[in-house]
């Protein structure tokens, strides 16, 4: 069983329902991401040294980061062709969690109100994917196994905005490996995750 990275899940959480059932335009994908400290390893670096990441926000990996192939392959499975995405990233200064904000093209012309009812209706069956209505953060999520994510709808240029937070360290890596490992083992999908949020 292999897990994806934690970029990579909070990111094609957010794209899976609208390039499976064709909603998107799968050429035409932008993606900026943030993450907190603990994504960048245990390992001290210059760049995690708390003088330096306090009170500051950092670029790396842009266009460069190793999720970016985790994510194409999902693409291509989904959709059949080959497409790049623009991939950029950046350091917090918060210890744990990720915000993936996807701006997309889409195929359909879906008011905002109705793209957030279809995709809480895609994900009705999702036990750890909850549908925001209101701006999405970090901190609803930190602590738990679960993934938040609303859209939006530019009606200036028509594109589309997904935005997607998780736990790096919970859903982004250890929360999923034991979700996926329940589902293996035959057991319920939930167990030993349904600690909620440290911040509600």
């Given at each position: 069983m292999a897990n994806p990275g934690c970029y990579a899940t909070a990111v094609l959480l957010g794209l899976t329902p609208f390039l499976k059932e064709k909603k998107i335009d799968p050429s035409q994908i932008i993606i900026q991401a943030s993450s907190g400290l603990t994504g960048a390893g245990k390992t001290l670096t210059a760049q995690t040294h708390h003088v330096h990441s306090s009170e500051n926000v950092r670029l790396y990996k842009v266009n460069q980061h190793q999720h970016i192939p985790e994510i194409e392959q999902a693409l291509f499975e989904w959709t059949g062709s080959s497409h790049p995405i623009t991939f950029s990233t950046q350091l917090l200064p918060i210890n744990r969690g990720i915000m993936a904000i996807m701006t997309v093209q889409p195929l359909i012309d879906l008011s905002e109100t109705e793209w957030r009812s279809w995709l809480t209706d895609q994900y009705a069956t999702e036990p750890f994917?909850?549908?925001?209505?209101?701006?999405?953060?970090?901190?609803?999520?930190?602590?738990?196994?679960?993934?938040?994510?609303?859209?939006y709808k530019d009606d200036r240029?028509?594109?589309?905005?997904?935005?997607?937070?998780?736990?790096?360290?919970?859903?982004?890596?250890?929360?999923?490996?034991?979700?996926?490992a329940?589902?293996?083992?035959?057991?319920?999908?939930?167990?030993?995750?349904?600690q909620q949020p440290i911040y509600i």
């Open positions: 994917v909850r549908i925001q209505q209101a701006d999405p953060e970090i901190k609803s999520v930190v602590g738990s196994n679960h993934c938040d994510l609303t859209v240029t028509g594109r589309v905005t997904i935005v997607s937070v998780i736990d790096n360290m919970q859903k982004g890596a250890a929360g999923q490996a034991v979700q996926n329940n589902i293996l083992a035959g057991f319920d999908e939930t167990s030993g995750l349904t």
